[in-house]
């Protein structure tokens, strides 16, 4: 069944079967285009961190897989944030808005298809994130982003959740020709969206959201 518009999800990104980040998000639309959520600066956030509270860009990669971890109650402060994942698409593509919903940029985010699930009180999406990403520019300037993270990690295959870059990296230069040329979703289509008036940002998750991932 679609996820119903303004329902709270729990959008989980993973490292093989290990939760690592997980905001709370409202669905905007789910049909067959694919799924449209909501991410509000200031929504909670669940995120994996090491016992001292570094994050996975504090220290060396090496050093990350080596330490002892937790996971957290958070707060997302990034962007204001409208998410499309097209149907079994690896990547999404995300809108990003300041404070006033003015719009900033896209960002094409390069990651496994993800699956939808739902267990009636808490419904999410779980994926994993395959690290290179495309920042584009309201004028459609484009460059990729954290290459030296995904060519870093790969160095430690036994740890590392990519298996196959060449197809990462295949999946990303599809999808130039259309922010070159101004094609969908790169043509201005939901630059001018704005959350319903009535929406609140939602409650934090505190139980289910460890449930196994799902996978499709």
Known sequence: MPLRPGRPVLHRHF????LV???????????EQGT???LATGSPLIREVTVDGAGPRDLPFADWIETPKKIIQDVYRGPHCLKFHPRDAAYSVWWLFDPSFAFL?????LEEPSVTWDDGD???IDLTDQDLDIWVYRDRRWGWKDEDELEE???????????????VWAQGRAIVPAIEVGDWPFDGT???????????????????????????
Not at 105 to 109: I, L, T
Not at 156 to 166: E, K
Not at 193 to 215: H, L, M, N, Q, Y
């Open 21 to 31: 980040w997980a905001p709370m998000t409202r669905v905007v639309s789910d049909d």
């Open 190 to 216: 939901w630059t001018d969206f704005r959350p319903p008036a009535d929406w609140t940002i939602p409650e934090p998750v505190t139980k289910g959201w460890d449930r196994p991932r799902e996978r499709g």
């Open 153 to 167: 990690r790969l160095a430690f295959p036994d740890a590392y959740w990519v298996g196959d870059p060449d197809a």
């Open 105 to 109: 940029a896209w960002y094409v985010n």
């Open 122 to 124: 808490l419904a999410g």
């Open 36 to 38: 449209r959520l909501w």
């Open 15 to 18: 490292t093989r079967d290990t």
